[in-house]
């Protein structure tokens, strides 16, 4: 499926939520939790219980100089999404980073991972002014590739940083895409 069929839609404040859209990526978020991925739960099952305070805080502090929503719909309905944030502290003002990247399980394999990295990549370059993202992904997860082959690159780990089960840690990896 080409990216052409998706929508994006840039969320920067809190009134850009809707109760639909809302309710629509706590269910991706929950879902996606669930079917083991990597998005900010790392001990599943989770229910709207869960998910919903954290996606509030998300929620809570859009603007646009310092945290969007990326949205990918397809036939009207949410596929994927994503937050960018960066801190508007001069020092460390000129890079940002990902949060919580994610696509419906269904629809996995038809590049709306890779079409929303290459949007927020288009957003945070010449929209935000940013020079370049970070990211932490979890280790032994298959992300690795998935980032390097969209020019990620990796530039460190804290091993072990992650403790999903007692003797299953995991490696907390560190990447970059630099320059944007």
Do not use: C, F, Y
């Given at each position: 499926m080409a990216a052409e069929s998706f929508t994006f839609q840039q969320l920067t404040?809190?009134?850009?939520v809707t109760p639909q859209l809302r309710r629509a990526l706590a269910e991706c978020w929950t879902e996606v939790t669930n079917a083991g991925g990597a998005a900010g739960f790392p001990f599943p099952p989770v229910d709207a219980a869960t998910v919903i305070p954290a996606l509030d805080r998300v929620i809570a502090l859009l603007s646009p100089d310092t945290s969007r929503l990326l949205t990918a719909t397809m036939d009207g309905e949410l596929v994927?999404?994503?937050?960018?944030r960066r801190d508007p502290f001069e020092l460390i003002a000129h890079w940002g980073t990902l949060h919580h990247?994610?696509?419906?399980?269904d629809?996995?394999?038809?590049g709306i991972g890779r079409a929303?990295?290459?949007?927020v990549r288009k957003i945070t370059r010449d929209e935000m002014g940013l020079?370049?993202?970070?990211?932490?992904?979890?280790?032994?997860a298959g992300l690795e590739d998935f980032y390097g082959r969209?020019?990620?690159?990796?530039?460190?780990?804290?091993?072990?940083a992650l403790r999903l089960a007692p003797g299953d840690d995991r490696d907390e990896i560190l990447l970059i895409l630099a320059p944007l």
């Open positions: 404040t809190p009134s850009d994927g999404w994503l937050n960018v990247v994610q696509t419906r399980t629809v996995r394999g038809r929303l990295m290459h949007e020079e370049q993202l970070h990211l932490a992904a979890r280790g032994d969209l020019g990620w690159k990796e530039i460190g780990r804290w091993p072990g």
